[in-house]
């Protein structure tokens, strides 16, 4: 256990990374006036203007470079939230649920023919065969899901970074419980289609993140979801656990999130950051925030 824990230390932050980015990345599937932009000024009555970015879960330095605009929000902002914070607590939960604690094995959910597959394709992203049977099936799939990077140069990471130096509060929309949640409430014939679904098109994720970054760069909302879609197999039972998934995934954390940030949003001067595409369309949260009667203005 000792050195299933010291690698879950090297690879806990790249799966938080993951887990984010899956929740962000299928959050609204409508387009409406909230369709280009990643910045957003939010303001009700005389309250001080509070601002809304949306983000992208890598470490490419195109966008980790933060534009000006967003610079200048962030250093004037008085608190900073975020989806769930990146402490030791909640990375220490993320690592707990990763593994299975009640004598299973991955290669007991996969068989040994799925199981082989995953093998090299997890040695590539730091986990070793000697410890991979220890990891849930889930856990595997969102591993996958992004290419190796340094966590700590991810842009929300870097973000909890900055309001750390700047002693700024830092605020959670969701606990690391409610995010897994999502995920390990699947059913293992559900995670089971969806790994295989991550593994069949493993060779392709470098070539769909290049993607999303020029999108998120040209701060074109749709596109980043159609990219996204584009990038969820076509077979019945893939479609089927996606959809069943994204249930799970889509209208309640955008409400929750909405719902949860109203203390910052309320007292002003807050700096909140959320998966971009939390964002986008007619039940996104700017929608929502819109709808609670804020006025949501776009800055950049």
Known sequence: MTDI???L???????????????????????GDFTQGLLWRIEKGSVTPSYLFGTIHIDDSRVTTLPDPVRRSFDGARTFTMEVSLDSANLLALSSRMVYDDGRTLPDA?????????????????????????????????????????????????LYQMA????????????????????ADMSDADQLTLL???????????QQTE?????YLARD???????????????????????????????NRNLRMAERMQPQ??????????????????RGILELLQRRGYRVSRVY
């Open 211 to 215: 993607q999303l970054v020029q999108a």
């Open 110 to 158: 996969t068989g040994p023919e799925l199981y082989r597959r995953i093998v090299p394709v997890m040695e590539q992203h730091g986990v070793p065969e000697a410890l991979l049977p220890a990891f849930r099936p889930w856990a595997v799939t969102l591993l996958l899901e992004v290419p190796p990077q340094d966590s700590m140069e991810v842009l929300d990471f870097r």
């Open 9 to 31: 230390g090297r690879s806990i932050q790249r799966f938080s990374v993951a887990l984010l980015l899956v929740c962000s990345a299928a959050a609204v599937a409508q387009d």
């Open 164 to 183: 750390q130096e700047q002693h700024k509060p830092v605020y959670q929309l969701e606990s690391a419980d409610e995010q897994i949640a999502v995920f």
């Open 265 to 282: 949003l309320q007292q002003g001067g807050a700096f909140v950051a959320v998966g971009a595409l939390h964002l986008y369309g007619e």
């Open 221 to 251: 909302l749709a596109q980043m979801w159609r990219i996204d879609q584009g990038a969820v197999g076509d077979s019945a039972d893939v479609a089927d656990a996606n959809q069943r998934f994204e249930q799970q995934l889509l209208d």
């Open 196 to 206: 295989k679904d991550a593994l069949d098109n493993y060779q392709n994720i470098a």
């Open 5 to 7: 824990r010291r690698t």
